[in-house]
């Protein structure tokens, strides 16, 4: 016999690195929900992501763009969409250090899109909720202690966090002037499988598998605080069904690490891994030009999502991270995806 669909979740970005891990998790957990993925497959989004769950019955795609308001209105029309899980943004910092704009058409106009359809289709006493998965670099820099909590003031250095912080506020804003039901999650480094190779870790795992150069920003004395994908899944799945309305819980690993210790552990770990003389990765590292405006230190303070929602990591650095090098070396084509 067929369950009854409790709830119609539009998932946007779906195709991306965190959204393919949250679209699995809550197409294999939830038989009960329809999900609903709306992706506009730009260079990082990739539907061989979600290859082990694109033929489920509660899961369907839809190729768009969140900036395309009538998209928005049929999709809202035919599907009644009761909930949002809001994934799709321009992600990288560099590159929107190249291209500002970009980041605010599509993580600020089309953040605003999806409220309006949101506004216009949810009735104000019906069982809705719009969830949206931000990052901690709205809060700015860090000096070497101290730790991001939810009542830490935005402070963006890059027109990527900019646009975050933007996207965040007007997500708050809605909530205030519409009675909009939202939450938002604001989340450290994610690192796993399926991570587009722009970013440290599978950028560093492919150059080291093609024995190319290493390219550490500025002295390597950054510092970031790095969560397994799946961990980051597992907490939006529990903010989303336990989190009260109108509240921001922050998401990380505790586990924070100087850019310069991080690659030396992966450089050491795929030695080993690929039987190669113990140093010879490490004899890839090429200290370069540092990135305009580098944040130095990012380091989330989890305590609320583990005091009020019972979330912690399930996984250790070294277990994540032996997973993720073990699946980017038993799936090497994804690491030939071109960056156009
Ligand atoms: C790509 C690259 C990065 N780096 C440095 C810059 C940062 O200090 C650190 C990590 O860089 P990225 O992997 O680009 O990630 P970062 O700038 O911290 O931002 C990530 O983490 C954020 C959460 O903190 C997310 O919101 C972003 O979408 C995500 O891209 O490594 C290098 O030294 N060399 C590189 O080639």
Known sequence: MKQKVHKTILLTGGAGFIGSHVV?????????????????LTYAGNLENLSDVAQQENYSFIHGDITDAALLDSIFQEHQITHVIHLAAESHVDRSINDP???VKTNVIGTVQLLEACRKYWASD?????????????YGSLGQTGLFTE??????????????????????????????PYIISNCSNNYGPHHFPEKLIPLFIKNILEEQPLPV??????????????????AIDLAFHEGIPGETYNIGG?????????????????????????????????FVKDRPGHDLRYAIDATKIGNDLGWKPSVTFEEGLNKTLDWYLSHPSYLKTPAS
């Open 126 to 138: 019906g069982d809705h909720l719009f969830y949206h998965v931000s990052t901690d670099e709205v």
């Open 217 to 234: 920003y500025g002295d390597g004395n950054y510092t970031r605080d790095w969560l397994y994908v799946v961990d980051h899944a597992k």
């Open 101 to 103: 704009l970009q980041f």
């Open 24 to 40: 699995r998790l809550f197409v294999t957990k939830y038989a009960n929900y329809k999900i609903i993925n709306l992706d506009a």
């Open 254 to 286: 505790h586990n924070e690490w100087r850019n310069i210790d991080l690659v030396h552990l992966l450089c050491d770990l795929m030695d080993d891994k690929l039987d190669r003389p113990i140093g010879s990765s490490r004899a890839l590292i090429s």
């Open 151 to 180: 009542s830490t003031a935005y402070d963006p250095n890059s027109p990527y966090s900019a646009s975050k912080a933007s996207s965040d506020h007007f997500v708050r804003a809605y909530g205030e002037t519409y009675g909009m």
